[in-house]
Every structure is written in structure tokens, then in C-alpha cells.
């Protein structure tokens, strides 16, 4: 069975915007795992443009699933995972002025960066996931550095201008889950999934878990919060029946 992680930094974008105390994506998270999130996945981000610090530590004690704890690779972000300890850090890229995580990690460019931060991690007993590009060359670097997990990027396949570049992108993430598999990765996958693109890459073999934050949010606004949970969780689950 695919799990779903459910994404509550765009939660967090809706308070940060008028920097009040609400919407609360503390609460957002308890009432995901009550809606049937697997995990609860966050982002603290360098410049803390959504989740804040404090969330990340409330979170961490509130959730009873588990935490996957998305963050750039540098010193800061390092020290706070290794004492916050949560069940996965899934490692991604940033840049200042992207609107959203544009692209999968560089590891091979970065490759001396990524494997010490994987095993500081690790050390802390922390496992390691790898946002990545469908790429063979990437996820064979991310094996090689150390890591025992990649979350497949698919911002390309939900943004592709026409079907013809949507099947190609799917294609990619299908041979790039294959591979993963083959090397004896556990592969999950996401960014930019909602209810209409998400059973495609949901159906693909191999995908033991998708990350969904922005779609699931803006769903809730016309749906409420525990309903678009559960209709996320049970268009993944018939299409990867
Ligand atoms: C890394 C990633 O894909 C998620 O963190 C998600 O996209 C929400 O965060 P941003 O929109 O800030 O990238
Ligand atoms: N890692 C992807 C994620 O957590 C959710 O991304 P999105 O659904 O908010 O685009």
C-alpha cells in the first residue's frame, strides 16, 4: 500500500502571510493523521517563509505517525534535524527566489556535501531521503552517498505544457522508480500532485510513498481539511490497487 504523506507547509504559508495565529498546521497535521496520513511531511525552509522553527518542535510532539523533515544541506539545518530527530530527512534543493522547490538535488555536483550530511544523519539515527530528479545518473549517486531512500521530484510531469511531455515525464519517473528499486532504494515520490495528475504516478510499481502539501490544502478551502485527506488517500489507493 502507497502511503501518503500530507504536506503542511502551505498551511503555514496561509498564517505566515498576515502573521497570524492561524491557521494552525499543528492542528492541520493531528487532523491529517485522523483523515489517514501516513506521515506528515515539512519543510523549514532557510528563509522560514512558511514552517517557523517552533512548529517543527510542536510537531514533533504532537504527530503520531511519523515525521519527514524536508531541509537544505547546511550547517543550520543540519544541527536542528540532528536534535529534533524525526523519523526521515528527505534532503532538497533551495533557492532564495524560487516561488517552489524548482528542481531535485545536484548530488553528483554536490556529491562530498550530500554524503556527509547523509551520514551526520545517520548518526543521529535519522534515515535519509534524497529529493531528486528522475535521472539514473542522480540516483545512482544518491546510493553511492549514502542514502537508503530518494523522493522522486514530478514538479516536470505536473507541469508538463502538453500530454505528450506529461507521458514522457511519467515514462522517466516509472524507469527512474525501477532503478531505484533495483539498486534497493526505497522510492517515494512527489511535488506539484493533485486529485487529477496523482493516480497516473500512484499506479507506477515500485512507489512506496507520495509527499502532497499544495493541492490538498487548496482542496480544503471547498472541501474542508479531513475530506481532502481522505479523497487524496483513496485515489492513491485504487489506482495502485
Ligand atoms: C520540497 C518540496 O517539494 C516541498 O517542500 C513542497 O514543495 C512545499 O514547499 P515549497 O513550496 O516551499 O517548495
Ligand atoms: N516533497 C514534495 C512535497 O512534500 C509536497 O509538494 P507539493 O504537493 O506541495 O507540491
Not at 510532539?61 to 537544505?72: D, F, G, P, Q, S
Not at 544541527?79 to 534543493?93: R, S
Not at 532564495?96 to 556529491?111: A, K, P, Q, S
Request: net charge negative; proline share 2%; aromatic share 4%.
Amino acid at each position: 500500500m502507497i502511503e501518503l504523506g500530507v504536506n503542511i507547509d502551505h498551511v503555514a504559508t496561509l498564517r505566515q502571510q498576515r502573521l497570524t495565529t492561524y491557521p494552525d498546521p499543528i492542528l492541520a497535521a493531528v487532523r491529517a493523521e485522523e483523515a489517514g496520513a501516513d506521515l506528515i511531511t515539512l519543510h523549514l525552509r532557510e528563509d522560514r517563509r512558511h514552517i517557523q522553527d517552533a512548529d517543527v518542535w510542536k510537531m514533533r510532539k504532537a504527530i503520531r505517525t511519523r515525521m519527514n523533515l524536508e531541509c537544505a544541506i547546511t550547517e543550520e539545518m543540519l544541527n536542528i534535524a540532528c536534535e529534533v530527530k524525526p523519523e526521515d530527512v528527505c534532503l532538497v534543493p533551495e533557492k532564495r527566489n524560487e516561488l517552489t522547490t524548482e528542481g531535485g538535488l545536484d548530488v553528483i555536483t554536490h556529491y562530498e556535501a550530500v554524503q556527509a550530511a547523509v551520514k551526520k544523519l545517520q548518526n543521529h539515527g535519522i534515515r535519509v531521503s534524497l529529493f531528486i530528479d528522475a535521472c539514473t545518473e542522480q540516483i545512482e549517486a544518491a546510493q553511492r552517498a549514502g542514502a537508503t531512500v530518494i523522493e522522486l521530484h514530478t514538479g516536470a510531469y505536473a507541469d508538463a505544457a502538453s500530454p505528450d511531455s506529461a507521458a514522457k515525464e511519467l515514462d522517466r519517473i516509472r524507469v527512474g522508480a525501477a532503478h531505484g528499486v533495483a539498486l534497493g532504494l526505497r522510492v517515494n515520490a512527489g511535488h506539484g500532485l493533485h486529485y487529477q495528475n496523482v493516480q497516473a504516478v500512484a499506479a507506477i510499481p515500485g512507489i512506496a510513498e507520495l509527499n502532497i502539501g499544495h493541492a490538498i490544502v487548496a482542496q480544503a478551502v471547498f472541501d474542508g481539511w479531513e475530506k481532502a485527506v481522505r479523497d487524496m488517500k483513496a485515489l492513491i489507493r485504487t489506482a495502485a490497487a
